[in-house]
Nanobody, 123 residues
Framework: QVQLVESGGALVQAGDSLRLSCAAS????????MGWFRQAPGKERDFVSA????????SYADSVKGRFTISRDNAKNTVYLQMNSLKPEDTAVYYC????????????????WGQGTQVTVSS
């Protein structure tokens, strides 16, 4: 089992950058593929990005491709989401999630979730 805690959310202006972090508990972090999702008010939880266990494979939603970068540091049990050129439509609660072994792009693929961190982008 793994527990996840996100941090780094903030109120920023359009065009700004922000880095989210997700710290995981436990000694088996490297066995989990990790994902970032986001949920805006009144909307479903959407896939943002995912990274494989060793960081060698990443995937992104089309809406963030070229602007966001996912990475992980298995020695620190942490996954990151670097967000550049933020837009008002990026406003949402951002969640990290963990899944044993392989990556996925649907919320139901993931077994463990953090509590979320709010990102608000003003125009």
């Amino acid at each position: 089992q793994v527990q996840l805690v996100e941090s780094g959310g903030a109120l920023v202006q359009a065009g700004d950058s922000l880095r989210l972090s997700c710290a995981a508990s436990g000694r088996t972090f490297s066995t989990y593929a990790m994902g970032w999702f986001r949920q805006a008010p009144g909307k479903e939880r959407d896939f943002v990005s995912a990274i494989s266990r060793n960081g060698g494979s990443t995937s992104y939603a089309d809406s963030v491709k070229g602007r966001f970068t996912i990475s992980r540091d298995n020695a620190k049990n942490t996954v990151y989401l670097q967000m550049n050129s933020l837009k008002p439509e990026d406003t949402a609660v951002y969640y990290c999630a963990a899944r044993m072994w392989s990556v996925g792009d649907k919320p139901y693929h993931y077994n463990y979730w953090g509590q979320g961190t709010q990102v608000t982008v003003s125009s």
